[in-house]
């Protein structure tokens, strides 16, 4: 059996008869229970396909009073793997909207949504928004169950396992960011984590990238402003674009540009990774003191100096390495550790290795890999301890600095280098065991040895 993607075919594997006529069904509607009762399966080849279907998010899950049409709610979902669970509620659970969760219009549809959600429910019954609303304050299910607009305890299961609704403790609640649970998430500001999930790939299902949805409505803008009337006043009196640079920073600047093609023959070696890492990336001092702006009783924070500035000298930036080919290095995952300069293997399956690698040579468009991957990592809290509404920009403008620092020392080292936009906060979560709210990717960068070229 085949799924068949915007022309693209997904193997699903062999299933006898009866499951290929069954999979019909699946077109209008396959009511759980013909296949998995109350977490018994039922039917395994029916489970296996729908399981399969799920790990490439091709099933969306349904819940209304019947499956020919009148659905109540449709559950998306968001990351590979979604599966709906629902976890057992008891009558004086007391449950309320986690503070990530927002419902909004998309298209003629209502979307409740969360970053930290697997999955978005589209909700068509309006009565069911207005009683999901009412758990802006925390609901006992007792109270909640005596209502007439009571929408049962599955759909509040279901939206508990997406922590869109969050089981309080009303003995600590408080109102409180801690109550969601998470000393990380406390950190975080709703519209930093909505940008972090929906602006990276692995936690959405919107298309991402080079998509050019307004090809045909809006014209392209272009490469340089059009000049605001004026005099001016004209530079190239003083400096000539054809002129020699004036400093070796001008002629490294010149010099820079992104490579994407790699000499295999010739890779990159553990020494040049070494020194490159050395010049760009290492502390080269720490300290900690009193924070000025806070009163005596302030906790010690601890500072370090780094090759590249950062924003309130947090340096929440890691590097961590996908190798490929580098020369006395084995092929694997790493971190860098800045501090002692060293590289420490983490261990990963391959595929994850080569996952990391075969998006980063499509995300370059280029026939091979490159001969290292750098993921740069943030350690979230770091910033957002300390700032609160600009945390997640900070980050991201760190990023590009850290960015324009290794293409520099790649371009003075004789090295290749290309930024790349696309970042897989999932496949870093599972390569690392980190949650994706905790440390995540921000930024990527290939480096190698650049093919010759013809002028070469
Ligand atoms: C933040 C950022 C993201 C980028 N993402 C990609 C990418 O995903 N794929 C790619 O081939 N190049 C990527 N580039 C490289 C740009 O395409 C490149 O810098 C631009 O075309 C200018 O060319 P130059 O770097 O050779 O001067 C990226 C550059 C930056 C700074």
Redesign the pocket.
């Known amino acids: 059996m085949f799924a068949r993607i915007n022309g693209h075919s997904l193997g699903l594997g062999k299933f006898n008869p009866d499951t290929m006529e069954r999979a019909q069904s699946l077109q209008t509607g396959l009511p759980f229970n013909s296949f998995d009762s109350d977490g018994q399966i039922t039917h395994p080849e029916v489970h296996l396909l729908a399981r399969r279907l799920a790990a490439h998010g091709l099933l969306e899950y349904r819940l209304g009073s019947s499956f020919k049409g009148d659905n109540h709610v449709v559950i998306e979902p968001q990351a590979p793997n979604y599966w709906p669970q629902m976890p057992p509620l008891g009558d004086s659970d007391v449950l309320a909207l986690s503070r990530f969760a927002y419902l909004r219009r998309r298209g003629h549809d209502m979307v409740l949504e969360s970053p930290r959600a697997s999955a978005l429910f589209r909700i068509h019954d309006p009565q069911i928004v207005t009683a999901i609303a009412r758990l802006s304050a925390p609901q006992q299910i007792s109270n909640l169950r005596r209502r007439s607009d009571f929408v049962g305890r599955e759909l509040l299961a279901l939206l508990m396992d997406c922590q869109i609704l969050i089981k309080i403790d009303p003995a600590r609640e408080h109102g409180h960011r801690l109550d969601e649970g998470d000393n990380h998430l406390a950190f975080w500001d709703f519209h930093d984590l909505l940008f972090h999930a929906r602006s990276t790939e692995g936690r959405h299902a919107n298309p991402s990238g080079g998509t050019y949805p307004y090809v045909g409505l809006i014209p392209p803008l272009p490469a340089v402003r059009p000049s605001w009337s004026g005099e001016k006043i004209d530079l190239r009196r003083f400096s000539d674009g054809d002129s020699p640079p004036v400093s070796p920073a001008a002629r490294l600047l010149r010099d ?3 490579t ?1 093609n790699f000499d295999d023959q010739r890779p990159i070696t553990l020494t040049e990774l070494s020194q490159f890492l050395d010049g760009t990336a290492r502390v080269q001092a720490r300290w900690s003191g009193k924070l000025e702006e806070l009163a005596d009783d302030g906790p010690e924070f601890e500072y370090a100096t780094r090759p590249y500035p950062g924003g309130g000298a947090a340096y929440e930036l890691e590097l961590y390495l996908v190798v490929n080919k580098c020369e006395g290095m084995a092929r694997g995952f790493y971190h860098y550790d800045a501090g002692e300069h060293a590289l420490v293997p983490i261990a990963v399956r391959t595929q994850e290795v080569d996952a990391q690698l075969t998006g980063s040579q499509f ?3 280029t026939p091979a890999p490159p001969q290292i991957l750098i993921i740069i990592a943030a350690r979230f809290g770091r910033i957002s301890w300390k700032y609160s509404s600009i945390a997640y920009a900070l980050i991201l403008k760190d990023a ?1 600095v850290l ?1 324009q620092t290794l293409y520099l020392m790649a371009t003075s080292m004789g090295l290749g280098a ?5 970042v897989n906060i999932n496949l870093f979560a599972k390569m690392t065991g980190l949650e994706f709210h905790v440390e995540g990717p921000v ?1 990527q960068l290939a480096i190698g040895r650049a093919r010759p070229t013809a002028a070469d």
């Not at 290309?418 to 696309?422: F, H, L, P, Q």
Request: glycine fraction near 26%; include cysteine.
């Open positions: 820079r540009h992104s994407r995300a370059m468009g590009g960015l290309c930024a790349i936009g696309s930024g």
